[in-house]
């Protein structure tokens, strides 16, 4: 094929819709879900993530879509009616995802629990003495708690919070007041819990559970005496809950989220959820109260809320029923906190999380605060928790009059109100708090320690420590996310970090980085220019590679520039755990890219870029994935491995390995469906994640 022919076929070729790679991705949450090898309470946590996920893609992934056709304002480049047809594909794709969410629930994981005499009780099983236990937790937890409203003129349509549990009942009959009023709705209480335990007295047995949801329907009766439940459903409407702060509008971030934060619960509904046993007129009736269509309507065979189940496989103490329980080993550098400075000195230390503690970034931040050497603490905060041990350490630094600076990112999704809170908790300590730029969120992870020492010839120097991580400063996702943090005492790097600090809170222009990449300015630029690089050394015939792994592959410039250097003669290996929009395997296009996905037992959440540079291998860690808001619309760094240890590490545990994962491994197809990988030829099954366990954690199994 000519050049010319090949460049315009690649500009032409459609990119996978993002959302439909993101319902493929959670198709794929759903697989782990059906597979009959993993423990099976696990199985359960994989459709309450799936349930999770999804209500997040719509609070947050389809509101901008359905806004563009409302205003009749496509994106540049596209129709109204590719809009349309886009939005029929996500809701056919969607409802088919639901369903087989509910089938694997009814069909495959209830009964196996069932088996291990784990029961979610409905209404006809009840025996006696379980409805006489459910009417009496009725009357004394859920009853008081109850405000039903029968509909008329004088009782319109309660306000109906995002995602929480109502009913809509239809009466027959006349009131109290002799009116004629058909429809009644009433919340379910959210303080109390979705799944309850029968007292193991009353059932025989210990895990048997019923919901909250078949306690109240079992007792509309005393709710409604002397009126006869024509029908009735559940329902819960999944809304908008992304957050709008106008820039032009805000003189205070904090303040303006904070009014926001109290009308998230009431956005615009995006989705209605009923059972599928909900009459028509029925659903009818709440999709013209919420204003929504037919397409935005979801039965559900049995709870609308699955992610409550969540609570259901904590309750249970089975060992053989979940992943087995590790403990992350620790450096033997870091055993004794006391030396961190001395090794750091010496040597930078990598930290690959969940294998490996989290405890030590704790430790470093510790250390500073109770050093009385070290004199300043700087710190990005993205996602840190409500409860957090980091966030105590740096109040205690400020309290002992360490110079403390946090960027706290107010716009982390979901994250604000606990964020808000911590930053006003830090100032008040005396801490310096920033809450970034406006526009642009700062996801960079940094802590940056400013200590006073003495160099070898007993002059006092400022000596910078740093950490950098892939990942949050939040220990509970450090057990569940894969992420690489690194410690070290590199003082170009120290600079760096700094120097974005400072940038963060002057506003003025970062100086030129020594080792650090910097988005939205030398960050893009920088990734463009090394595909590029690649792309020369191949027509060139120098050895030429690309392996990157990654959250999320969106970026057009970039795709494009991974196809010219696939033509070029670049193998690329990417490994994209989420939404990939880039088409791999295309003869002409993009034949020498492949796209594998992992899923396994921790979320894949480390960034990881390696180019071969004609034998001289470049080695990136990020916080930053390859897509336009972090690359153009966030505060991000990426950081090169220099040490050649670490390095190997990194490709090993961060790239190859995974090239070479058998078990949980999908490989993407230019059609835009995953293939799941298989050991073939007899080959040893190999799983990167178990692998890694074994490595750091001691022998494990599944």
Known sequence: MPKSATRSASATLPLINRELSLLAFNRRVLEMAEDPAMPLLERLRYLCILG???????????????????????????TLSQLRQQLHDISVATHALVSDQ?????????????????????????????KAWATEYFQREVRPLLSPIGLDPSHPFPQVENKSLHFIVELSGKNAFGKETSIAIIKAPRVLPRVIQISPEVCGAKHHFLLLSSIIHIHFAALFPGREVLAYSQFRVTRDADLAVDEEEVKNLRQALKGELTQRAFGVPQRLEVVDTCPDHLAHLLLSQFNLSEDDLYRCDGPVNITRFQWLIDQIDIDRLKFLPFTPSRPPELLDPSLFFEHLRHKDILLHHPYQSFDPVIEFVQQAARDPDVIAVRQTVYRTGAVSELMETLIEAASRGKEVTVVVELMARFDEAANIDWAERLERAGAQVIYGVFGLKTHAKMALLIRRERDSKGQPVLRY???????????????????????????????????VFMHISSLSPAAPMRRLLLAPFT??????????????HARAGKPARIVAKMNALLEERIIQALYKASQAGVEIDLIVRGQCALRPGVPGISERIRVRSILGRFLEHHRVWCFENDGRPE????????????????????????????????????????????????????????????????????????????????????
């Open 619 to 702: 080695v990136w860690l990020s916080s930053a994935d390859w897509m336009g808001r972090n690359l153009f619309r966030r505060i991000e760094v990426a950081f090169p491995v220099l040490d050649p240890e670490i390095r190997q590490r990194v490709l090993e545990e961060g790239l190859f390995g995974y090239l070479r994962d058998n078990s949980n491994a999908w490989n993407l197809l230019a059609d835009g469906r995953y293939e799941k990988t298989h050991p073939i030829d007899n080959a040893p099954a190999f799983a990167m994640q178990l692998e890694l366990l074994r490595r750091w954690c001691g022998e494990q199994k599944i």
């Open 465 to 499: 420590y740093t950490h950098l991580g892939t990942g949050n400063y939040h220990p509970r996702t450090a057990r569940l996310y894969s992420d690489f943090g690194l410690l070290t005492a590199n003082q170009d790097i120290g600079r760096d970090v700094n120097e």
């Open 523 to 536: 960050l893009p630029r920088r990734i463009l220019a090394m595909i590029r690089r690649e792309e020369r």
């Open 52 to 78: 999770s996920n999804l209500d997040e893609f719509f609070e947050l992934r389809l509101t901008w879509l359905k806004d563009a056709i409302r205003r009749q304002a496509p994106p540049p480049g596209t």
């Open 102 to 130: 509910y089938r694997a629930l009814n069909q495959s994981i209830l009964p196996a629990l069932a088996e291990e005499d784990i029961r979610v009780l409905f209404r006809a099983e009840l025996s006696a003495r379980e």
